[in-house]
């Protein structure tokens, strides 16, 4: 049996709208295809965390608070999570993890906070804090040549700006900016989008995404899920759809 492992970031901060649900869908559909998925976690204060013998690094969302409260503890890692992104380490990320990764995070006290700066993206709040992007989202995304449409819920003060590859364009929403087109930020070992729900408990597809690249990537040889079950998840989906757009 093949083992994944996953490294979850501050779970303990960085999980608004139930974004640790996230980590669950991935466990479950991983086991679904036999596959085991271990987890490990850091939190603030952590010295001997293993950033790079891992396949996927996940920070879902938190509050600027949060974001404050952990971003030095983050910043001493730097060189670790850079060089595992660039040995192939998938990043998943959600909203507040999503703008951490990048150059900064201008606050909604007008308070910069240093991102990692893997990407050149940065992200600027509007100091009047009922300026937020609120609502439920649809993208449409494109996964390793299909469209996809993925939906979820937004609720960002910050405006990030200077993405080059956006996980998808808007249907429905805001994403990066206040009615943009596009949301989040996308590479082959990347998925950073604005969205909760969690992500991958409405959209199954985004979360074996996820699996074929880290088996593909683990194995040395493409990896296609085998399908599932998904008609209760895909009935869930087809009655959010005709609600919301
Ligand atoms: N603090 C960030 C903002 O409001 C992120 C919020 C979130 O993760 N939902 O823009």
Redesign the pocket.
């Known amino acids: 049996m093949v083992t994944l492992k996953l490294l979850h970031m501050y779970s303990n901060m960085?999980d608004?709208?139930g974004d640790n649900g996230n980590v669950e869908i991935l466990k479950y559909r991983c086991r679904l295809r036999g596959i085991e998925l271990e987890m490990a976690q850091h939190f603030i204060g952590d010295k001997d965390t293993d950033f790079e013998n891992q396949d996927i690094i996940y920070f879902?969302?938190?509050?600027?608070v949060?974001?404050q409260l952990l971003v030095n503890d983050l910043l001493s890692y730097r060189e670790n999570i850079k060089s595992a992104y660039k040995n192939g380490v998938f990043l998943f990320m959600?909203?507040?993890?999503?703008?951490l990764m990048g150059q900064y995070?201008k606050?909604?006290n007008d308070k910069k906070i240093e991102g990692l700066g893997l990407f050149d993206y940065y992200?600027i709040?509007s100091t009047n804090k009922r300026c937020?992007c609120i609502g439920n989202v649809i993208l449409e995304s494109n996964l390793n040549g299909e469209n996809y449409r993925v939906i979820g819920f937004?609720?960002?003060?910050?405006q990030t700006k200077g993405v080059k590859t956006p996980f998808g364009k808007v249907l429905y929403g805001n994403g990066n900016e206040f009615k943009s087109e596009a949301d989040g930020y996308m590479e082959k070992n990347v998925i950073a989008t604005?969205l909760?729900g969690p992500l991958l408990s409405k959209n199954p597809k985004v979360a074996d995404y996820i699996i074929s690249y880290t088996m593909s990537r683990k194995t040395g040889s493409v990896f296609v899920p085998q399908p599932v079950n998904d008609k209760f998840e895909e009935e869930c989906r087809k009655q959010l759809f005709e609600r919301i757009l």
């Open positions: 960085l608004l709208y879902g969302g938190g509050a600027d949060e974001q959600i909203c507040g993890g999503y703008q995070y606050d909604s992200t709040a937020r937004e609720n960002h003060g910050g604005y909760h």
